[in-house]
């Protein structure tokens, strides 16, 4: 356990059976929970939150430092599950789940499967199903992926995490978004991930959502643009719905935009 300006930080392997999860909680409070593949992706709004709030972020089974006992990568319903158990292992109940892209679509499941543990939730930056532009750009990704060339790769998706007004921060934040995200998946991860993209489709069962929900989308995200984040505002009952003037990222693009209506929103729960 490590204290900074009198705020906890404790680091915690949550074994479930079928793997063990790394999971790092920050602050005291209501518990809010911050779902990426890999937590570094919020370091930001983790250091805003943790002043008024439990912090909880994890890396996803198979990904980071979370080790998986089972072949291959797990499904995003299993990646819902394995949440449902770290909760339940921490003693977690009626927290806001916060999912980001791939977070997002696992979130979406949890919100369904396990609602009883949420009094919250935020989609941000994620989709229902891969259409239209969204679905060839993913499968462009995937392409190179599937053929190893995970350089070209990157070249292409760094494209798509900044808007072109925040464009000048993509040489001098490339080093920090490797460090943070891309240095730590591997071609055969990062395979899995835009191959469940390619599959994933909630249109049917968003509808069962019912707790308070907010969609968040960036108005310049090329990857998932407006109508992607509309669709899944349309499809929760009473969603809110926010778009940012940013590309894929908002919560690292826009940092204090995003924390604002995050804040916002936790207020009204």
Same mark, same amino acid.
């Given at each position: 356990?490590?204290? $900074?300006? +009198? ?41 805003? =939150? ?24 797990? =499904? +995003? ?35 369904? +499967? ?24 993913? $499968? ?35 080093? $920090? ?5 891309? $240095? ?86």
């Amino acid at each position: 356990m490590t204290t $900074n300006l +009198n705020i906890k930080t404790v680091e915690k392997e949550v074994d479930i059976g079928r793997g063990v999860i790394h999971c790092t909680l920050r602050g005291e409070g209501p518990v809010v929970c911050l779902s990426s593949t890999l937590s570094g992706t919020w370091l930001y709004q983790a250091k805003l =939150l943790r002043k008024e709030y439990t912090v909880l972020t994890f890396d996803m089974r198979g990904y980071g430092h979370s080790i998986t006992r089972e072949p291959g990568f797990p =499904l +995003n319903e299993a990646h819902a599950e394995d949440l449902k158990m770290v909760l339940e292992h921490l003693g977690f109940y009626k927290v806001v789940l916060v999912g980001l892209s791939h977070g997002g679509a696992v979130a979406q499941h949890f919100a369904v +499967n396990f609602p009883e543990y949420l009094r919250g939730l935020v989609i941000v930056s994620s989709l229902a199903k891969a259409s239209g532009s969204t679905f060839i750009l993913l $499968n462009l990704l995937h392409g190179f992926l599937k053929r190893g060339d995970i350089e070209t790769f990157w070249e292409v998706l760094k494209a798509f995490l900044f808007s072109e007004k925040n464009l000048s921060r993509v040489p001098q934040d490339e080093d $920090n978004l490797k460090r943070l995200m891309f $240095n730590q998946y591997t071609c055969e991860s990062l395979e899995h991930i835009y191959a469940c993209s390619l599959k994933h489709d909630t249109r049917e069962i968003l509808p069962q959502i019912k707790i308070p929900t907010m969609v968040v989308g960036g108005s310049e995200d090329i990857l998932f643009p407006p109508r992607i984040t509309d669709e899944i505002a349309a499809l929760i009952p009473g969603a809110q719905k926010h778009l940012l003037e940013t590309a894929h990222l908002p919560p690292i693009e826009d940092p204090k935009g995003f924390h604002s209506i995050l804040e916002e929103f936790l207020k009204t729960l």
